[in-house]
């Protein structure tokens, strides 16, 4: 059935020589689509390069480029000595350029080339600092940096919008609909230098000095850092395995004015908060005339099924702000961020523009507006959403083999780090501080759980990373963690 579900899917397949794209833009556009619609199923094999070459009256070679791109994409796998074979867990989206149209031609062939990996810095596992930098598509970026200002736009030059480039803007606010269900426009847009900018900005435009501020704990230091730093009291409520809750935050206090929470995925624990919870909270913030802060961090990495949409989605209430980072999805060194705001809050954002030291530099916000519309972005994050399942399963698999006595962890939905939770024998021996200070002598960097904790903690466990390493060398990292930890 499978097989003749794939045929007749295939014999829809119509290519004009006479139109504006060329042969192989038009396959590419056009199997992705058949894959995504479902019309060729998850799993199903596709015919040889040969074959397909031979029924379109093209050249394999054109074939052949077109499997390649939507190998790279993840779309399509390729097993050895059995052919190439629909992914099982397909992406979700299909990267269009921001017209819509298909790729030309020469975008088509910088992607199909694969990247070749560039010495990688030297982490050591399991770094959580870092994403995969070696295969980020540094060709593509030079491309759309050199582009940008070879002939710069005469707007670039000018005075542009205290908001941030409008084109950059523009391709988020896109991406936040497509990928997140967040139905924003460009005007509510701005951009930042990175999460700290974003709560100084929101403090600046919703709280005054004094106001306290509920935030989560275990949690984001820097968070913390950012909320101390504008002079608002943080009141750190604790996390449950469905993530913040808004009923036990209250018992602690009262009168919060806000809330900064990260429900898509939790830092550092990775639970995900429900649909009931996200209602509540919002419930709060429209009742209080208080705000609700959406951290979404590293969200984007899912590796199954869509990205969950944001709190902000949810709500047709005007007390959400969004805010999101690329540092995590790109590389930290970029400093790019952005802040979505309601609507009805854009007339006092603008009015406190004079008196805010805005920080997002504007070399490279053109750049990253050509990379997110030409698609180059979308095929990053699906390329990396794949390599990191891997990673995730890599690392499982090592602590089961060598370590399932002294960590207990479960596998995540998304995301670049696992906690590990010391196993009771081993937390009876030593807490996480002390496991953490015998792996770095082992050559291994983890993070304590105790130190994202602002009060006691209440949970001993290490935090480890798998983005930033290849599977043999996370085997090797956790050989040298169970050994370490034996000691």
């Keep these: 059935m499978t097989k ?6 295939l014999l829809s397949l119509s290519l004009d020589r006479d139109g504006a794209d060329t042969l192989q833009a038009q396959l590419l556009t056009q199997l992705r689509r058949l894959i995504l619609d479902r019309m060729i199923a998850p799993g199903s094999k596709l015919p040889s390069s040969r074959t397909l070459a031979e029924e379109l009256s093209v050249s394999r070679v054109t074939v052949s480029a077109v499997i390649d791109q939507l ?133 600046a435009v919703t709280l005054n000095e004094g106001d306290e501020v509920l935030t989560e704990e275990p949690g984001y230091a820097v968070l913390n850092r950012a909320v101390h730093h504008n002079r608002l009291v943080s009141v750190p409520s604790p996390v449950d395995q469905q993530g913040f809750d808004i009923k036990t935050a209250l018992q602690m ?53 869509k990205p969950l949409p944001a709190m902000m989605s949810v709500s047709n209430q005007d007390r959400v702000i969004y805010v999101g980072s690329f540092s995590k999805v790109i590389f930290s060194a970029l400093r790019l961020g952005f802040v979505v705001f309601p609507k009805s809050m854009l007339p006092k954002v603008r009015s406190a523009l004079p008196q805010i030291d805005q920080q997002a530099s504007l070399m490279l916000q053109p750049v990253l507006a050509r990379f997110m519309q030409s698609g180059d972005f979308a095929i990053h994050i699906r390329r990396m959403r794949r390599l990191y399942a891997k990673r995730q399963a890599a690392v499982l ?26 196993a009771p024998d081993l937390q009876s021996r030593m807490s996480d501080t002390e496991a953490v200070e015998r792996a770095k002598s082992a050559g291994v960097t983890v993070q304590p759980l105790s130190s994202f904790f602002v009060g006691p903690p209440v ?14 060398h996370l085997e090797k990292g956790v050989r040298a963690l169970a050994a370490a930890l034996r000691v």
């Design 4 to 9: 003749a579900r794939t045929g007749a899917a």
């Design 71 to 203: 190998i790279s994409e993840g779309y399509l796998e390729g097993r050895a000595r059995s052919g190439v074979y629909v992914e099982a867990e397909l992406p979700d989206q299909l990267p269009e350029m921001q017209s819509g149209a298909a790729p030309h031609v020469d975008q088509v062939r910088s992607d199909i080339k694969p990247e070749k990996a560039l010495p990688s810095a030297p982490l050591q596992p399991f770094d959580t600092s870092s994403p995969e930098l070696t295969l980020f598509p540094y060709r593509q970026w030079a491309r759309h940096h050199d582009q940008t200002w070879r002939r710069p736009d005469a707007a670039l030059l000018s005075r542009i919008d205290p908001f941030g480039w409008p084109p950059l803007r523009e391709a988020i606010a896109d991406h936040l609909r497509e990928w997140r269900g967040l139905p924003c426009t460009a005007e509510q847009v701005f951009i930042t230098s990175g999460v700290v900018e974003a709560i100084g900005l929101i403090a």
């Design 253 to 305: 206090t009262p009168r919060a004015k806000a809330a900064i929470v990260t429900p898509s995925r939790h830092y550092p624990l990775g639970v995900t908060m429900p649909l009931s919870r996200r209602l509540e909270l919002i419930e709060w913030a429209v009742a209080r005339n208080a705000y609700v802060i959406e951290d979404d961090f590293d969200s984007e990495y899912r590796f199954q099924g």
């Design 397 to 422: 698999m090592a602590i089961k083999l060598h370590a399932a006595d002294l960590l207990i962890v479960d596998p995540v939905p998304a995301g670049m780090h696992l906690v590990a939770m010391l």
């Design 459 to 472: 949970s001993q466990g290490l935090v480890i990373g798998f983005a930033g390493f290849s599977e043999e």
